[in-house]
């Protein structure tokens, strides 16, 4: 879908979709108002998204949604790349897009989307995965993770007694580890639902450590871990 009030922007992104086999154009909608509906009533994988827009901006309509579909920024305002990446976008596109840098920001969102159906779709039979690790390939079982944090374009996979770092986005971890095992809870963090301790209002314990709930998945992760052990009185 593409999302922007410009018509020779979306003119031109729509000729770029049109190249690119892999990609199929559901809708163009004027405004982020508009796009609710139609989010709802079409499957949308991924969502190219201006950011200035009348009455609702690309910003404040991507914090607006519960279940996001992948999203590339299209802006003519290189000054919101910083927000954008802090969104967990899977790109920033300044206007006007050659193609060439469209087809790299299409190819990223095609590799996160096939790995993030292959973890949901795919039946756990292995017990670890490979991270790449500087100049390493290092052996993580999932069973060891204790919980996953953001740093910009970086991720920390926290383990008991370490943690490591790798150059990837949080979204990229995210649709490849196993629904079943984890849970995204806050913009910044990833968490295994057996590691945790305690949850407390807006925060989850795991080894000591407090971590964040964004307030529209409280409820989730409750009945998630919660509702189905929960001693009655």
């Known amino acids: 879908?593409?999302?922007?009030?410009?018509?020779?922007?979306?003119?031109?992104?729509?000729?770029?979709?049109?190249e690119v086999k892999f990609l199929s154009l559901v809708n163009?909608?004027?405004?982020?108002?508009?796009?609710?509906?139609?989010?709802?009533?079409?499957?949308?994988?991924?969502i190219f998204l201006?950011?200035?827009?009348p009455k609702l901006t690309g910003i404040e309509f991507l914090q607006s949604l519960k279940n996001t579909p992948a999203v590339i920024f299209t802006t003519a305002y290189p000054d919101y790349a910083l927000q954008g990446y802090e969104l967990d976008v899977i790109d920033y596109l300044v206007k006007p897009v050659s193609f060439p840098r469209f087809l790299k920001a299409a190819n990223k969102a095609r590799d996160f989307l096939l790995g993030r159906n292959m973890g949901r779709e795919n039946v756990i039979?292995?017990?670890?995965?490979?991270?790449?690790?500087?100049?390493?390939?290092?052996?993580?079982?999932?069973?060891?993770?204790?919980?996953?944090?953001a740093m910009q374009n970086y991720v920390a996979i926290h383990l008991p007694d370490k943690k490591m770092i790798s150059y990837m986005t949080i979204s990229h971890v995210e649709g490849q580890l196993p629904e079943q095992l984890f849970m995204r809870v806050h913009k910044s963090y990833i968490i295994s639902l057996a590691k945790i301790q305690c949850?407390?209002?807006n925060t989850v314990i795991i080894n000591q450590k407090q971590i964040p709930?964004?307030?529209n998945l409280k409820e989730s992760l409750k009945a998630k871990v919660v509702d189905k052990k929960l001693f009655k009185r």
Do not use: Q, T
């Not at 879908?1 to 049109?18: Q, T």
């Not at 201006?50 to 827009?53: F, H, S, T």
């Open 1 to 18: 879908m593409i999302i922007d009030d410009e018509p020779l922007a979306c003119k031109g992104m729509e000729e770029y979709i049109s």
């Open 125 to 149: 039979d292995k017990d670890h995965f490979f991270l790449k690790v500087n100049s390493k390939f290092e052996k993580i079982f999932y069973d060891e993770v204790l919980y996953v944090e």
């Open 50 to 53: 201006d950011i200035e827009m």
């Open 213 to 215: 709930v964004s307030r």
């Open 28 to 46: 163009i909608c004027d405004n982020a108002v508009k796009a609710y509906a139609l989010l709802y009533s079409e499957k949308v994988d991924l």
């Open 199 to 201: 949850i407390e209002g």
